[in-house]
């Protein structure tokens, strides 16, 4: 009996019908940049060939529509969905993506690698190739408190997993910079496979430091100086265009006849909203088309390029011996897609999936908020120096400006001055109910009045909450301890709407649209209050991050990343 690899090769002779012909479609050859006509023969779960095919046990007519290879999401963070993989995979598919790559290093964090294999175990059944990057920054730092650690032995085991590809983004460039021996061992593991980069700011001595130890790819620039000299210096470009970072319109200049090999579109994180309402790297593609971008090359920097950095070599074009993958576009200009295939198999149509979320497979990680018990005074902020540090939110960007200035002091406390758009940050730790909790001020939420609270921050995923009242920053931060994960409203003492994140206090169990819908609903509650911010939740949540400049607060207490050092 021949084999399944005989048989493609008969069906790409002619010798044997296509299990699937898509005929006369206008394919779009990401090799040579050319929109070919010609038949598509598919073969089990792979293309035999392009060209004139024409017997097949199922000939769909295309009717002259576009034919193009399935995109790739190259670096995104799905718990920033706060969707369960399923449900993602609902949202995304539908959209054109059909493979991503992600560390999950948001639930690693939380639970460790039990948090991984569920993941893993889930998605075994959907529409959507799952790569994982073994996180190499679990935690982030010790600058903060994480509910995991995962040293050189995990990482040895994590890369032998089915699926594991290389090691996650090393966001301890400052480890890196320095020769930390643990941050070394890890990137030395995964030698001869890709070694992701997060190097923010980054240039000169102190990048070619980083990219020498064999870290070839970042997706945190936001100038074009920076991504000119990352690119001088051999690396990889991900083109970031998330919810909360939008990279994309100073990045694509960049992007040219001569450096387009070595760029390639990512979303990193991408709300729920964002995905049902714009979709994911469909989206990225669309607005570079819409800044001037050939279309063509759009799709390439969304599909080939991911796919040959990532050494997918069944990925990412229509030719022989690539995976079905394939999406097939009404209008090119504005990426209209009507429908999707994975591996030969139709699994969406016109926006909607044709195929369930299926439930969860393994222990489900819903037990990870554990708070020491705290009062109203563990919030207040004794008054010192008139003058302190404050995180100031930059509009469009995870980075934020570290500011000094005169403070509101009222009972011997520092308190928030919603004159001046100075507010109260507050992280908890909730993990192992340390009783750490750091104190701080923001600038550029806008709230007139309530408070806000999450147990999505970055990375470690504490609960983080900002507001205008410690009273009202204590309730939000009971609201979420009582969902066991979520997010909260609060303003004058009441509750005013809430999320359950009770997988790992970052992903919720509902259906997309619920969670859009209850997202939404929070958001809009948000701005009622005063705030300014399109995303103020996902806002929030970066505010944590202690990889990121310049100034953040963690459960320890203020962090300068520039510095990467606690400040008094």
């Known amino acids: 009996m021949p084999s399944r690899l005989a048989n493609l090769i008969a069906v790409a002779r002619g010798e044997r019908p296509a299990d699937l012909i898509l005929a006369n479609a206008r394919v779009v050859n990401v090799f040579n940049g050319q929109i070919e006509p010609g038949n598509v023969a598919i073969y089990g779960h792979s293309i035999a060939g392009v060209g004139d095919y024409h017997q097949a046990k199922e000939v769909l ?34 959209r054109g993506t059909l493979a991503i790559v992600s560390d999950l290093h948001e639930l690693a964090n939380v639970c460790g690698l039990a948090g991984i294999r569920y993941v893993l175990d889930s998605a075994r059944r959907l529409p959507l190739e799952v790569f994982l ?33 290389g090691l996650g983004e090393v966001m301890n460039f400052p480890g890196v910079i320095g020769g930390d021996k643990d941050v070394l061992e890890k990137i030395n593991l995964a ?41 001088r210096q051999g690396m990889y470009l991900m083109i970031r265009e998330g919810s909360s970072e939008k990279n994309l319109e100073e990045l694509l200049p960049l992007v040219t006849d001569k450096t387009y090999k070595r760029c390639f579109f990512v979303v990193d994180d991408r709300s729920c909203a964002d995905l049902l309402r714009d979709g994911d790297i469909d989206a990225v593609v669309r607005k570079a088309i819409g800044l001037g971008l050939d279309p063509v090359r759009a799709l390439q920097l969304a599909t080939i390029n991911t796919a040959e950095y990532f050494r997918r070599d069944r990925l990412g074009a229509i030719a022989p ?58 919030l207040r902020l004794p008054a010192g120096a008139e003058t302190r540090p404050i995180i100031e939110v930059v509009p469009g960007q995870i980075v934020t400006r570290k500011r000094l200035e005169r403070v509101k002091i009222s009972g011997g406390a520092v308190v928030a001055d919603t004159s001046r758009d100075i507010l109260k940050l507050v992280v908890v730790e909730r993990h192992k109910a340390s009783g750490n909790i750091g104190r701080g001020l923001v600038k550029g939420f806008g709230l007139k009045k309530g408070a806000l609270a999450s147990s999505i921050a970055h990375d470690s995923h504490n609960i983080i909450a900002v507001g205008t009242s410690d009273e009202d920053i204590l309730a939000a931060i009971k609201e979420v301890e009582r969902l066991r994960g979520g997010l909260a409203v609060v303003a004058e003492g009441r509750l005013l709407g809430s999320l359950a994140l009770p997988i790992a206090g970052l992903m919720s169990d509902k259906p997309l649209e619920v969670v859009v819908a209850k997202l939404e609903r929070l958001e809009q509650l948000a701005k009622e209050l005063g705030t300014r911010l399109p995303s103020p939740f996902a806002t929030l949540s970066f505010l944590a991050l202690p990889v990121i400049p310049e100034l953040r607060l963690t459960d320890l207490g203020l962090v300068d990343v520039n510095a990467f050092r606690l400040i008094d």
């Open 61 to 94: 007519d295309l009717a002259g529509k576009y034919l193009a290879p399935g995109l790739i999401n190259g670096h995104t963070h799905i718990e920033s969905s706060m969707l369960d993989i399923g449900e993602y995979a609902r949202a995304v598919v539908p």
């Open 133 to 165: 990057l073994a996180p190499s920054c679990v935690p982030a730092t010790n600058l903060e408190t994480a509910g995991a650690s995962l040293g050189p032995d995990d990482i040895r085991r994590l890369l032998r997993w089915r699926h594991v590809i």
């Open 191 to 231: 030698r001869g496979r890709v070694v992701d980069g997060h190097a923010p700011g980054l240039t000169g001595r102190n990048l070619a430091a980083y990219i020498a130890a064999g870290i070839h790819s970042d997706h945190e620039s936001v100038t074009l100086e920076e991504a000119q000299d990352k690119l």
């Open 321 to 378: 011996g690539y995976l079905a993958n394939l999406i097939v576009i009404d209008r090119l200009s504005t990426l209209e897609i009507d429908m999707v295939f994975h591996r030969g198999r139709l699994v969406a149509r016109r926006g909607q999936p044709l195929f369930p979320a299926y439930s969860a497979i393994g222990q489900r990680p819903d037990s990870t908020v554990n708070i020491k018990p705290f009062s109203l005074d563990a």
